[in-house]
């Protein structure tokens, strides 16, 4: 290898990695940089704070009150994953009251704007009946999706269906 390649790969290499080190990685960002951020209006730092209090992810407490602050802030500014998270909130009555027909909209509206896992949730109330009839090929079809989103809640869900042959013709392969 010449020289004046090797200067030039060794380059694009330190470019490539400073460039890598400047772009803020939101995903790596502690609780009180999500808090600073999300409060000051960054949408993602908002959808991260409130699944981090969700969830209990981050140091954080599990806080169903500010994880349904910083959704419905996201949610303001026209996030799927917020309106996932409000749906998840309402679906088990967390922080607010417990609403299928609110859980199933919010879903509904985060599905169609590509979220991966509200799929899962849609058929979750399918198949288990909240709030509407239960029905297995709805939520067969809504797995799918969440199949499709390559969602592993979804495709467990999908599986276990598959294999009971709830919805769909029972297939232990497909299962």
């Not at 909240?130 to 999908?158: C, P």
């Amino acid at each position: 290898m010449s020289l004046l390649f090797r200067a030039f790969l060794l380059a694009v290499l330190c470019f490539g990695a400073v460039s890598a080190a400047q772009t803020e990685n939101k995903n790596d960002m502690n609780a009180s940089e999500m808090i600073r951020l999300a409060d000051a209006g960054d949408k993602k730092a908002q959808e991260m704070l409130a699944e981090a209090y969700l969830a209990g992810h981050h140091g954080l407490s599990v806080d169903y009150a500010k994880a349904y602050k910083y959704s419905s802030l996201a949610y303001a500014q026209k996030s799927s994953v917020a309106a996932r998270n409000l749906g998840i909130l309402y679906l088990y009555g967390w922080g607010v009251k417990q609403d299928y027909a609110e859980a199933m909209k919010l879903f509904s509206l985060a599905s169609s704007n590509g979220d991966k896992k509200a799929p899962r949730y849609i058929g979750i109330i399918y198949e288990q009946g909240l709030g509407v009839k239960k029905d297995y090929a709805l939520a067969v079809r809504y797995f799918s999706l969440g199949d499709e989103r390559d969602d592993i809640t979804s495709q467990y869900h999908l599986g276990k269906l598959y294999e009971s042959g709830l919805g769909v013709k029972r297939d232990y392969k497909e299962g």
